[in-house]
C-alpha cells in the first residue's frame, strides 16, 4: 500500500522525469502587457526539484521575473506534457554558473561563465500538472473514436496534480 510520502516521491519522480526529457520548455513570466512566453533551456535540475538556467541580463525573461517572479514552466513532448509553476529568482554566481557551464551556452557567452552579462535563474517549484498518453496524438485519436463508436469514456492516459 502506498502511503502518502510514497505518492508524493512517486509524482515528485514523475515530475523531474517529464522535464529531464524535455529540457527545452515555454517559460511563462507575467510582464506588464499580460503573459509572455520564451523558449528557454533547463540547465540543471537539483534533486529537490529547483530547476536552473542561464540567461543574458536585461532580456525579458530576466527583467519579467525580477519584477513578478510568479513564472509558469511548459514542457511538451511526443506523449508527456507538464505544466509547472513557481518562484523565479535572478542570481548572479559565477560559481554557480561554472557548475552549470555547458558546451552550448558557450554559444551564447563566448566569454565563458565569467561573461559579466550571464546571470542564472532559480525556480523554486510549487506545483505541477502532468499528462501522459502512451502512444502520443496517433494513439489518442484512435482512443477518441474508438469511444465515440463505442459510447464508453475515453481512456487517454494519465494525469496529475503535484504539490511540489
Given amino acids: 500500500m502506498l502511503t502518502n510520502e510514497d505518492s508524493a516521491t512517486e509524482d515528485l519522480n514523475k515530475v523531474l522525469t517529464i522535464i529531464n526529457s524535455h529540457r527545452i520548455c515555454m517559460f511563462t513570466t507575467q510582464g506588464p502587457d499580460g503573459l509572455l512566453s520564451h523558449p528557454m ?8 526539484g529547483e530547476l536552473w538556467f542561464l540567461s543574458s541580463a536585461g532580456t525579458s525573461p530576466v ?3 525580477q519584477l513578478a517572479p510568479e ?3 511548459s514542457f511538451a513532448g511526443k506523449d508527456q506534457w507538464l505544466s509547472l509553476h513557481g518562484q ?4 548572479t554566481s559565477e560559481a554557480k554558473a561554472r557548475e552549470l557551464w555547458n ?19 532559480r525556480v523554486r517549484p510549487d506545483g505541477a500538472q502532468y499528462w501522459e498518453s502512451p502512444g502520443g496524438v496517433l494513439a489518442t485519436v484512435f482512443k477518441w473514436a474508438k469511444a465515440r463508436i463505442s459510447g464508453e469514456r475515453i481512456d487517454a492516459g494519465e494525469s496529475g496534480t503535484v504539490d511540489l
Avoid: H, R, W
Avoid at 533551456?41 to 529537490?48: C, L
Avoid at 523565479?88 to 542570481?91: D, R, W
Avoid at 558546451?103 to 535563474?121: M, N, Q, R, T
Fill in 41 to 48: 533551456t533547463v540547465a540543471k535540475v537539483e534533486d529537490s
Fill in 63 to 65: 527583467e519579467q521575473a
Fill in 71 to 73: 513564472v509558469n514552466l
Fill in 88 to 91: 523565479a529568482a535572478v542570481i
Fill in 103 to 121: 558546451p552550448a551556452a558557450a554559444a551564447f557567452y563566448p566569454d565563458g561563465p565569467e561573461s559579466k552579462e550571464l546571470v542564472l535563474i
